[in-house]
């Protein structure tokens, strides 16, 4: 399939190479795995791409009653200590789209994944329930409160990312990371989204017999997964089929997907909330260029360009992305993280080929 991607309009330096974040990640999946400490003279070999630990599993469940509304059920796991962030997965995802980035935060931050209202084990709303963007700001925000919850920061991909911005212009959340966030389209990039997300979603209905051997290989692995991952023969083979399994079994896919093509689902700005908006190069679903609509309406949002990535970059560089989500949700924000309000005066400069694991952007 053909990268409708065009020239990203904004960017912003991410500090150190590659090869420092990957050695920083190795140190926070040896905490999170209960290894030693960084004085320990215990060694411990570097993680290789696609190979960071899933985060353990324990998962609870919260039933709200938000105010007019039917009583709602949310499946969540928590895990770290530290700032608490919520992590909201994408359309026919769950809250293990997380699972290689959350080891890499939680010796830093309190980290909430979730699963949305009918992805992983959150029961679908009832029928009663419109599946709009308001009412799912306010089932989150019933949640924040059960849970403990005051204005926490909220990263989101994709449609969690659109719902994450949605929950700072109603005061909900703290500090918001975007990932490729959805709704920033024009009709035709509408249509052709749809159109991918509905043909993943038939490939997602192949029998188990045919997708875990496929999955077992790289090529395989590109054939089920090329239009989601910018490196997909490095996803975990596991993760590849578990991924499919869920985006089968998401009963609010078909519902979500019916709220989507309503207008302007992102209006105005978002004062007074630090925002930083991720895109991939790569995004074979949400092309790149949306981002300067995103910039457009949020002119003080940080913009950072994904190299290589595609429309889930927690699988394609989870360290980059752990990098980016704690500098994001530093209170008070990095002073020494550019914010440029004039996206189009900047452009990026490659340091090296496209998809290389250790390109860094460089603002210039």
Request: proline fraction near 11%.
């Amino acid at each position: 399939m053909a990268v409708l991607a065009s020239p990203f309009t904004a960017a912003t330096y991410l500090g150190g190479g590659m090869r420092r974040t990957r050695t920083w990640a190795t140190e926070q999946v040896r905490r999170w795995m209960g290894g030693t400490s960084p004085t320990s003279s215990v060694q411990v070999e570097n993680v290789p791409d696609g190979a960071i630990p899933a985060a353990a599993k324990g998962v609870s469940f919260v039933e709200v009653r938000p105010e007019g509304l039917a009583p709602m059920t949310l499946a969540y796991e928590r895990h770290g200590s530290g700032e608490p962030v919520v992590l909201l997965h994408g359309l026919g995802s769950r809250r293990q789209a997380w699972d290689p980035v959350v080891p890499l935060l939680v010796a830093e931050r309190e980290v909430i994944t979730v699963d949305l209202p009918g992805f992983g084990e959150s029961p679908e709303s009832p029928a009663c329930v419109p599946r709009d963007l308001p009412t799912v700001v306010s089932e989150l925000g019933a949640v924040f409160t059960a849970l403990g919850l005051e204005r926490p920061h909220v990263v989101g991909h994709s449609l969690g990312g659109l719902i994450a911005l949605r929950l700072a212009q109603a005061h909900l959340a703290r500090s918001v990371i975007a990932l490729a966030p959805a709704g920033f389209w024009n009709e035709a990039e509408r249509r052709y989204a749809y159109a991918v997300l509905a043909a993943a979603h038939q490939m997602a209905r192949l029998p188990d017999s045919i997708v875990v051997p496929l999955s077992k290989t790289p090529v395989g692995r590109v054939a089920l997964t090329g239009t989601l991952y910018g490196r997909p023969e490095l996803c975990p083979p596991d993760a590849v089929a578990a991924s499919l399994q869920a985006m089968r079994q998401a009963a609010g896919f078909a519902a979500t997907l019916r709220a989507g093509r309503a207008p302007d689902l992102f209006l105005g700005d978002i004062p007074g909330v630090p925002v930083t908006i991720a895109w991939g190069s790569g995004d074979h679903i949400l092309p790149i260029r949306q981002a300067a609509r995103a910039a457009a309406m949020i002119p003080g949002a940080r913009m950072v360009r994904l190299p290589g990535c595609g429309h889930i970059p927690m699988n394609d560089t989870p360290e980059v992305v752990a990098r980016i989500i704690l500098q994001g949700t530093t209170v008070p924000p990095d002073p020494t993280w550019p914010r440029y309000t004039s996206p189009a005066s900047y452009t990026l400069k490659r340091q090296r080929p496209p998809g290389d694991p250790d390109e860094t952007p460089q603002a210039v």
